[in-house]
């Protein structure tokens, strides 16, 4: 590569979050969006709404892709909109993870799980019901108060070296340290790694699940952008992020969750169980051929993604001009992204409708598209059911199949916009 097209595009931006370099490249630049969780209640809508740049980009150093911070995590996350237990398919994958790993530590009475960003207690009161001590680290008092009431104990804290050291007083260290899909979500990701270890025993483990960076440009999944996620992660930089800390990944699974993620198995790097499995050499190859360490393979990523958006234009304009009616299921944040960046307000969709009772009654930040209980659905009767969170797509399909019954048909617009079978 010559070194005129080498340095095309480079920008000069805030440090990287990891390794404080201060050179990037764009990603993927969305434009302006408002926080995809803020959903706004009736009385709102006629005032000012804070939208803010929706700018990925990628560090020229250890290729960490991540968006600046203009909003701290304590006004996004301390009542937050997000509710695990409203998935079905993810409730059965949290019973199955807390299944295999009582029967991989041989978890006891004796023994401690903590779960960070917890959520409403859809994972550890799996453990709990069998007797496992269970500790929730969980920012959001809303849904903090939803786990305690299902019995799992709960902190209300955001998770950081100094709150790790003082939970560890009152509560000792973990046998198992647990952080589904919250890796993305902390703009202070020195610190948070860094109170992963504090938490975890000598001899202790570590289980991490994140989407998966090659996932998310295969997929075309540039709604999983959006303010919340502060960070998106390859395999490869995952790991040079939790080596900086002492901390080893010597095991990862690919899993279909979320678009395609990863679980990745951490211990202590002083600890000498062993080698690093085959996977982890196999994920580190294929990232490598994939180009994850050149700069352009990210960057191909923003046209790709400036050219879905006419895709779905095109698609979601030959429907109405059909005089067809659009509704909307889900109104989850890769939906709000998607909705935000394309332009799609109730000049597409009608309305939207979502099983969260937190969200009914309200409307979808930015678009202000209305949001009912799913029974509205069979009231209208529309015409086409575009599903926003995709990666729930067949369960979706299966709770609303009686659309079907007047000639509905299920329609989503990732990775390309398509009828659904």
């Not at 180009?291 to 304009?317: C, H, M, N």
């Amino acid at each position: 590569m010559n070194a005129a097209y080498e340095n095309a595009g480079t920008q000069t931006a805030g440090a990287c979050r990891f390794c404080g370099s201060r050179e990037f490249s764009t990603f993927a630049d969305l434009g302006m969006s408002p926080l995809v969780q803020s959903f706004l209640e009736a009385r709102q809508l006629q005032a000012m709404e804070p939208f803010y740049p929706l700018h990925a980009r990628v560090c020229h150093a250890c290729f960490l892709v991540q968006l600046d911070e203009f909003v701290a995590p304590e006004q996004i996350f301390t009542e937050y909109a997000y509710f695990s237990s409203f998935a079905d398919a993810w409730i059965e994958h949290a019973r199955r993870y807390a299944e295999a790993m009582r029967d991989r530590l041989r978890l006891d009475r004796s023994s401690l799980v903590v779960e960070i960003a917890s959520n409403d207690g859809y994972l550890l009161r799996h453990f709990a019901a069998a007797g496992v001590p269970v500790l929730g680290i969980e920012p959001a008092a809303n849904v903090a108060r939803a786990a305690r009431d299902k019995g799992v104990r709960t902190d209300v804290s955001f998770h950081g070296r100094a709150n790790a050291e003082r939970l560890v007083k009152l509560h000792g260290r973990a046998d198992l340290v647990i952080g589904n899909n919250v890796l993305a979500h902390v703009p202070d990701l020195n610190d948070f790694v860094a109170g992963m270890k504090v938490l975890m025993k000598p001899g202790g483990l570590l289980t991490m699940e994140f989407p998966h960076l090659q996932r998310l440009i295969e997929g075309n999944q540039f709604d999983t952008i959006y303010h919340e996620h502060f960070s998106y992660f390859s395999f490869s930089t995952a790991q040079r992020v939790f080596a900086a800390h002492g901390l080893s990944l010597f095991d990862v699974e690919e899993l279909p969750t979320h678009g395609g993620s990863l679980r990745v198995y951490g211990r202590h790097a002083e600890d000498s169980a062993g080698p690093c499995t085959e996977r982890v050499d196999a994920l580190r190859e294929r990232e490598l051929g994939l180009g994850f360490g050149d700069v352009a393979t990210y960057r191909r990523f923003d046209e790709q993604v400036k050219a879905s958006k006419r895709d779905i234009l095109d698609f979601l304009i030959g429907l109405k001009r059909r005089g067809k009616s659009i509704v909307g299921y889900g109104a989850p944040g890769k939906g709000n992204t998607l909705l935000n960046y394309c332009g799609i307000r109730t000049d597409f969709l009608d309305y939207t409708v979502d099983r969260s009772p937190y969200k009914q009654g309200r409307f979808t930040p930015g678009t202000h598209i209305p949001i009912y209980a799913p029974e509205r659905v069979r009231d209208t009767k529309p015409d086409y059911l575009l599903i926003l969170p995709w990666n729930w797509s067949e369960e979706i399909v299966q709770q609303m199949a009686f659309v079907r019954d007047w000639g509905c048909q299920f329609v989503v617009l990732i990775p390309t916009p398509r009828l659904l079978p």
